[in-house]
């Protein structure tokens, strides 16, 4: 029987989920990438391979479009011939980089809308709509270090990969009493050379303790290509067996 492996991924635009979707684009596959930018070198990639790719504009921020997508993205998948479903919750944002108290209410809620507001509902929708499909479904919430390490000027990025984590730890556990179960997994991919870095770069010292460290990271070459960071993250993926529940660091990993 001809079987296909589908992949939803959120933070297609830029960065690594742009690198992650680069990876994917192969045989066999089918991709729905979600993000505000389309990227179109990805599109022509895939077309130029004959892999099928399909774009949502969407931002996360926004339940009701999220909902839309998900159902869109699960009246296309043929559940016949899937042989993998896998939901890679990536997009993220760094701001507010300030101290609590000098944050906004607009830029909290953006964070954890986008952090962790957004892979909740996808993932519900995602195990939702697959219960009855018996398959390999995984689904992937890429974290921070930042999850474990509190840091001044950073409380509502640690927060809402914190909750990340624990969600991914939750959902694991109620997964393992349901017919056919998702794996559910957090990979934290460490530092790597991507618009958020610039970002943290550029942020008021005042505002961002470690700002000279990370300034040092990109002086020093310390940042990760994103290629290989989804380099690792799919061969974990694909060939790790990966452990329900587990929270992965890619410095356990290389
Ligand atoms: N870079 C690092 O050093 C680092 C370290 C640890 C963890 N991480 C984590 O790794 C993941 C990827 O980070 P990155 O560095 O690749 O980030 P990035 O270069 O800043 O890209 C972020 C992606 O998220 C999407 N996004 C942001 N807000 C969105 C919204 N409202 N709706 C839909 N999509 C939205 C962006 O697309 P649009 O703008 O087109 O919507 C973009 O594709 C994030 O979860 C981040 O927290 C990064």
């Known amino acids: 029987m001809y079987v296909l492996k589908y992949f939803i991924v959120t933070g297609t635009s830029r960065g690594l989920g742009k690198a992650i979707t680069e990876q994917l684009i192969a045989k066999d596959h089918t991709i729905f990438c979600i993000s505000r930018k389309q990227n179109n070198e990805l599109k022509n990639l895939a077309s130029s391979q004959g892999i099928p790719l399909y774009y949502f504009s969407c931002d996360l921020q926004k339940v ?34 300030k101290p609590i108290g000098k ?13 962790l507001i957004a892979p909740m509902i ?36 640690c927060s809402s990969k914190s909750g990340l984590d624990m969600f991914t730890k939750a959902v694991s556990i109620e997964q393992e009493n349901v017919a056919n179960p998702a794996v559910v997994i957090s990979f934290s991919p460490g530092i790597m050379d991507t618009d958020m870095q610039a ?56």
């Open 64 to 97: 009701e479009e999220v909902e839309r997508v998900m159902e869109k993205i699960f009246t296309t998948i043929d559940f016949s011939s899937a042989e993998g479903i896998y939901l890679i919750n990536n997009a993220g944002v760094i701001q507010p980089i």
């Open 103 to 115: 944050a906004t209410s607009n830029e909290i809620a953006t964070n954890v809308q986008v952090n």
């Open 122 to 157: 996808l993932s519900t929708y995602f195990i939702q709509y697959t219960s009855n499909i018996n398959t390999v479904k995984m689904i992937i919430n890429i974290s921070s270090g930042a999850a474990n390490r509190p840091s001044v000027g950073w409380a509502t990025y």
């Open 199 to 254: 970002d943290i770069r550029q942020s008021d010292k005042d505002d961002f303790a470690e700002l000279e460290k990370f300034v040092e990271f990109e002086q020093q070459g310390l940042l990760r290509s994103t290629e290989t960071v989804a380099k690792i993250l799919l061969n974990l993926v694909f060939n790790g067996l990966p452990v329900n529940g587990k929270i992965y660091d890619i410095k356990e990993m290389i």
